[in-house]
């Protein structure tokens, strides 16, 4: 079942490539969440969605607002693919219970093991105000979150 906007985001904690556990509860009252959800680490179009963010990242990651980004990758995975790329936002491992996260916003695709391409914004009371989701292949618009972001 797939979350809606309006709603309240399902809380987690997963851990980011450096092995910290960050729970989504933990930026409610302070920050609104960019969400973004990733099929694959080292993968053609992720690389270059992540790329973008981070080199836009000021838009993304500030006083305001926090990028966390998920997929279903290991830990070990998650941190080799964030040291070489140079991400410097949370990278998060949905691996164990595989998918269970993705799974609780609706997004994770059964038959080939990952998430779908979804990207919620959670604004600072944990209510999903914003979301996209798009297929495998296809990358997601930088601008849309920005246009969301702007409209918090």
Known sequence: MAVEVGSIAPDFALKDQHGQVVTLSSFKGAKNVVLLFYPFA????CTGELCS??????????????????????????????????????????YWPHGAVAK?????????????????????????RWEV???????RSLEDYKAALAAL
């Open 42 to 45: 080292f993968s053609g179009t």
């Open 53 to 94: 963010m981070r080199d836009d990242l000021s838009a993304f990651q500030n006083d305001d607002v926090q990028l966390l980004a998920v997929s279903a990758d290991t830990v070990f995975s998650q941190k080799v693919f964030a040291e070489r790329e140079g991400y410097e936002f949370p990278v998060l491992s949905d």
């Open 104 to 128: 609780a916003y609706g997004i994770f695709d059964e038959d080939r093991g990952c998430a779908i391409r979804g990207t919620f914004v959670i604004d600072k009371e944990g209510i999903i």
């Open 133 to 139: 989701v798009n297929g495998l292949g296809q990358a």
